[in-house]
């Protein structure tokens, strides 16, 4: 009896080492702990959650894991990541391939996914150029920008067509004035030229008369003989004279009767029409007499629509974040809700319990300045204080919330809420865009007069409890 127990327990024995060393065998071989490898390096400014252990893959195909994730010794570095790779993929490890931060499906685990090369191999220990991964919130931030720019676009167009419209009604009301003023000179000039024919006919009456020195040559033979030729060219030259009087009286008429010589009519018909053409552009922005609202209306039904999308997209996505399978994985990442955090609920103690505050206090003085309109904007001195705070911030935003509360203490309640509200959003606003902060993680805290702290902003870092 006693020999068949330890038969048993040999056997026991034996059977769970095997066991350890077939598990410890998968383990290895999933790892690639039992094939040749080599190191190399890459370098991220952000690394979105890739930890040490993650795979690594190399067109796609599992080459590898990540060793190790240094942290950069200073402001300005990046992050230095040493991985991994299999030796049979060597050959395709090139000096240009370049590393990228990826995701397993839409809300799968982080990966190191490195494309394949076209250059000369790469050897053990290269760096290899990386290329730095597109948050989700950093594209809401550029389409917001965007928005902007297209607004300001249409409202310079519209300013330009305005003047462009009053110049050309100027210039036709200039050549107005001009054809008016032409009429006058060429009817003094028109008269004079009459006259002129007028008394070169009297002469010549005279002259065949026989008066005076000129007529008495004209009896004798032989200088009527010589001057018969002169005489015949005077007439021509006078028969030219009075055609050009002709002439002249016809354009005078056709002024005055409104017909107007055919390029000056043309420049007219041709000035008229770019008047309509942009007397069309412009309705086109305007407002139509039938209810429509033009090429204007048309970008801003645009702009609302992509707002609306917009807006529809975030309710998803807050509704996702709330759903039962997706809860979890939201809040690991940090504060999704800051936006409908009331200032009861931020200073209950069930929030409290859950988190840290580190808080740093400034007064209204040291920020603001008061601009004409009785407005106050972020002075320079102020932004230069915001900057030396964040400082010993910036390693700690990752995965973190940061909080700015803003205090008012003079008007009502209302108006201490309201002018609280805008002070710690405009300093919010500051800090996302200087430090390229992620929307989601900065919130504000309008507190009013609470906690007797005076006017002024306090940033306060959310730090996750144990």
């Known amino acids: 009896m006693p020999s068949k127990d330890k038969t048993a327990m040999g056997a026991f024995v034996i059977g769970g080492l095997l066991l350890f060393g077939l598990g410890l065998f998968l383990i290895g071989d999933r790892r690639m702990l039992f094939s040749n490898s080599a190191d190399y390096y890459t370098e991220f400014a952000q690394v979105n959650a890739l930890e040490a252990g993650a795979k690594v893959r190399v067109g796609g195909m599992d080459a590898g894991e990540i060793v190790e994730i240094r942290v950069p010794s200073e402001p300005g570095s990046k992050f230095r990541l040493k991985f991994r790779i299999v030796e049979k993929l060597f050959p395709v490890i090139r000096t240009d391939s370049i590393a990228s931060i990826a995701t397993d499906g839409l809300l799968g685990n982080k990966f190191l996914l490195i494309d394949i090369g076209t250059t000369g191999p790469a050897p053990a220990g290269w760096v290899l150029p990386s290329r730095e991964p597109f948050e ?64 070169a006919s009297a002469l010549i009456a005279r002259v065949r008369a026989g008066e005076g020195t000129i007529g008495k040559l004209l009896n004798d033979d032989a200088v009527y003989n010589s001057l018969s030729h002169s005489a015949k060219e005077v007439e021509t030259a006078l028969g030219n004279l009075r055609q050009s009087s002709t002439d002249l009286k016809e354009l005078i008429s056709r002024f005055k009767s409104g017909d107007v010589p055919a390029d000056i009519e043309r420049t007219m018909k041709n000035v008229s029409e770019s008047s309509e053409k942009l007397k069309v552009m412009v309705s086109a922005f305007q407002p ?8 204007a209306g048309d970008v801003r039904a645009t702009l609302g629509s992509a707002r609306e999308a917009m807006s529809d997209l975030a309710e998803n996505l807050e509704a996702l974040k709330r759903s039962f399978f997706f809860r979890g994985f939201f809040k690991d990442r940090g504060f999704y809700d800051l936006g409908s955090l009331s200032v009861s609920e931020y200073q209950s103690k069930e929030f409290e319990k859950n988190v840290t505050k580190e808080r740093v206090w400034v007064r209204q003085d040291e920020l603001f300045i008061l601009k004409d309109d009785g407005s106050e904007a972020l002075s320079d001195p102020g932004k230069k204080t915001l900057d030396a705070m964040m400082a010993k911030y910036l390693q700690f935003t990752e995965g973190r919330a940061v909080i700015v509360e803003g205090y008012a203490v003079v008007g009502t309640i209302d108006e201490q809420y309201v002018c609280s509200r805008e002070r710690a959003t405009k300093v919010r606003d500051y800090l996302v865009k200087k430090f390229t902060l992620s929307p989601g993680y900065v919130g504000v805290m309008p507190m009013g007069a609470a906690g007797g702290n005076g006017d002024g902003i306090a940033l306060v870092l959310l730090k996750k409890g144990d």
């Not at 919130?137 to 167009?157: F, M, P, Q």
């Not at 139509?288 to 090429?295: D, I, L, S, W």
């Open 288 to 295: 139509q007499p039938g209810g429509g609202e033009g090429v």
């Open 136 to 199: 989700f919130g950093d594209l809401l931030v550029r389409i917001r920008e965007t928005v902007n720019a297209i607004d300001k676009t249409v409202s310079d167009v519209k300013g330009d067509v305005a003047n462009a419209t009053q110049s050309v009604a100027e210039s036709a009301k200039h050549v107005d004035q001009i054809i008016v003023a032409a009429q006058k000179p060429i009817e003094k000039f028109t008269v004079a030229a009459s006259k002129i024919s007028d008394d």
